[in-house]
């Protein structure tokens, strides 16, 4: 029989551990304990959560910007690293909650490294995400999340909103599995256990926001979500996105380091200018625009004299940029660029905005992993008034560019290199009456539609 000292260990081990398990656990939600406005009545509290660069996630800082906006207060979760949207910093109403930003390290793109050390980046995730979710935040009426990434962030906040009482909104823009089966193959059993994980933890949430009709109808009729739980929200250009005028044009390429030695060019019109912003991974085949750009050069430097040169400029950052990078001063070196020129920049979110309304041609190369996804670089073109030509092989391109009057799809770069030549070596009458197009589209804006689905589910509107 253990002594009388033994006791007091057990007890003592038993309550450090009990001690230990509860200051983990979060607080409920009560709506009583809320601030309340003027008026008496409780300000909404969300959650707003992103397992990224909350300044590469534009549609989450609408989000919370709308939310602000309405009175309520937001608690942005994310890795702060890139800049945020000047209309988010001015809100005092929200609050940056950073995660811990994972080890480089632990971010390998080779496939074989990857399967090794992601289990480790997930653990740290959980860690991190935990530790601001149920700790160092207080408790939300809601907790809208960003999919995907899926893994881990649908398994815990699905826990975190049982235990805090919390209702969850899960905003797909994607699939996780889709994503991940353009590393690791369709039929990879990771590929399986994380299509079956995000069907199993997207199950009980309140809600569901989809950005376009197609992929609403894939949760309902493929993740069996009900009917009634699903909502379109589609993406919608921000305030900031507006066309600019002659003046303001030239004013704007005259500063843009990228453009000021091309002015004179740019204004005859001998010079005309293609922007494509992309995040450099696999989801967006770069190696289409370069091919495309090299055909037109050749057309323009034998049979085709009459093209304007083109100033191609390329936003964003991202894990295959150095490839590309040193693909692009091959073809250079080899003067298979002559009536080519493709320059990077990394811009603010306003020079961003005034660079699509200088363009003359917008460039998509998303070609979507899950068919039913639809990229946001092409709705800000629309805002600044911006023709756009895109990958069209997937189902939602045509549920957002009308074919011939806001937009022209494409399938290869031979068919890319035809749409360059029509489009900027023509009468400019096709690029005209796609303009028109644009900026009709442009005026459908992100406050109405997110008042009208969003602010009505959370009770703002």
């Keep these: 029989m253990p ?44 959650q707003i959560v992103v397992l990224g660069d909350i300044g590469r996630s534009p549609r989450m800082q609408y989000h919370a910007i709308s939310i602000a906006k309405h009175g309520g207060i937001v608690d942005l979760v994310g890795y702060n690293e890139s800049d945020l949207l000047p209309e988010l910093l001015a809100q005092s109403t929200i609050t940056i909650r950073p995660l811990t930003r994972t080890p480089k390290l632990l971010g390998a793109q080779n496939r074989v490294l990857f399967l090794l050390v992601g289990p480790l980046k997930v653990i740290l995730q959980i860690f991190s995400l935990w530790m601001v979710l149920a700790k160092g935040t207080k408790p939300a009426k809601w907790i ?18 049982t235990l805090r009482r919390t209702r969850l909104i899960i905003d797909w823009h994607n699939f996780g599995h889709s994503i991940l089966s353009l590393r690791l193959g369709t039929k990879h059993p990771l590929v399986r256990i994380s299509r079956w994980y995000e069907e199993t933890f997207c199950s009980t949430a309140t ?16 993740y069996g979500i009900p009917k009634k739980l699903v909502m379109t929200l589609y993406d919608r250009p921000a305030a900031q996105y507006q066309p600019l005028s002659a003046t303001q044009r030239l004013s704007f390429l005259s500063r843009l380091p990228e453009t000021t030695a091309r002015i004179e060019a740019i204004e005859k019109g001998t010079l005309r200018i293609l922007v494509s912003s992309t995040s450099w991974t696999v989801d967006e085949d770069f190696s289409i625009l370069l091919e495309a750009l090299t055909e037109y050069s050749a057309l323009a430097t034998s049979t085709h004299p009459h093209l304007p040169e083109i100033l191609a400029i390329i936003t964003g950052i991202g894990p295959q940029q150095e490839h590309y990078l040193n693909a692009i001063t091959t073809l250079e070196t080899e003067g298979k660029l002559e009536m080519a020129t493709i320059k990077t920049a990394w811009l603010t979110s306003e020079d961003y905005a005034a660079l699509l309304a200088s363009a003359d041609l917008g460039v998509s190369l998303h070609v979507s992993s899950s068919g039913v ?12 008034g911006l023709p756009v030509v895109g990958w069209e092989k ?5 549920e957002r560019v009308q074919q011939g009057v806001n937009g022209m799809g494409f399938g290869n770069a031979t068919e890319l290199n035809a749409l360059l030549v029509d489009l900027l070596g023509g009468n400019g009458d096709a690029l005209a009456t ?23 589910l959370l009770g703002f509107c």
Excluded: C
């Design 207 to 222: 809600a569901h926001f989809a950005v376009t009709d197609s992929m609403s109808r894939v949760l309902r009729n493929e």
């Design 373 to 384: 996804d639809f990229p946001m670089k092409v709705i800000d073109m629309f805002g600044a």
């Design 3 to 46: 002594s009388l000292q033994f006791w007091p260990t057990v007890i003592f081990i038993v309550f450090s551990l009990l001690y230990v398990l509860f200051s983990f656990l979060p607080t409920f939600y009560d709506e009583k304990e809320e601030l309340k406005d003027e008026y008496g009545k409780p300000r909404t509290r969300v």
């Design 144 to 161: 809208l999340i960003q999919n995907p990434p899926s893994i881990p962030t649908l398994a815990i906040a699905q826990i975190i909103s």
């Design 394 to 398: 997937y189902e939602a391109w045509p």
């Design 434 to 456: 796609l303009k028109r197009g644009a900026i009709r589209e442009g005026q459908k804006r992100w406050d109405d539609e997110w008042d009208g689905v969003a602010g009505r």
